[in-house]
């Protein structure tokens, strides 16, 4: 894997397991419910050997993994319904990730010009 920052390691393991659970078959490759679940949790067991450091790669593996279990428990669970549910985690780890970027820079962008304009007064002021 070579990708740098925690959430975008993170990020990257959820949809690294959601491209190998659709280009195998949408769950269509898995013989039953707990031979898609087996195949999740080995994924993400093995994509964290990648970077055994990385808390949120491993923080995306447990919710993943739990999410497979929950959709595999569900009444009429389909190995395609838990890859559904899984891949649908997946891309959200994406847009929670997106939404904490943005408001990670809106709240800095704030704190600059909140600076900008202070120091923009203070100068104006005589023997500023």
């Known amino acids: 894997m070579v ?3 925690a959430p975008a390691i993170g990020v990257t393991g959820a949809l690294a397991l959601a491209v190998h659970l659709i280009s195998g078959g949408s769950g269509k490759q898995h013989s039953s419910v707990q031979a898609c ?5 080995a994924t993400m067991d093995y994509l964290v050997t990648s970077r055994p450091t990385a808390v ?3 923080d ?3 919710k993943l ?3 497979a279990a929950s959709a595999a428990a569900a009444a009429g669970a389909t190995p395609q319904s838990v890859v559904a549910a899984v891949v649908t985690a997946a891309e959200a780890t994406l847009e929670e990730d ?5 408001a ?7 704190a ?3 600076a900008v304009a202070a120091r923009g007064r203070a100068n104006t002021r005589p023997g500023g």
């Open 3 to 5: 990708v740098r920052g």
């Open 37 to 41: 679940v087996d195949d999740i949790k």
């Open 56 to 58: 949120n790669l491993a």
């Open 60 to 62: 995306s593996a447990a």
């Open 65 to 67: 993994k739990a999410v």
């Open 98 to 102: 997106v939404a904490a970027n943005k």
């Open 104 to 110: 990670i820079g809106a709240a800095g962008a704030a």
């Open 112 to 114: 600059l010009l909140s």
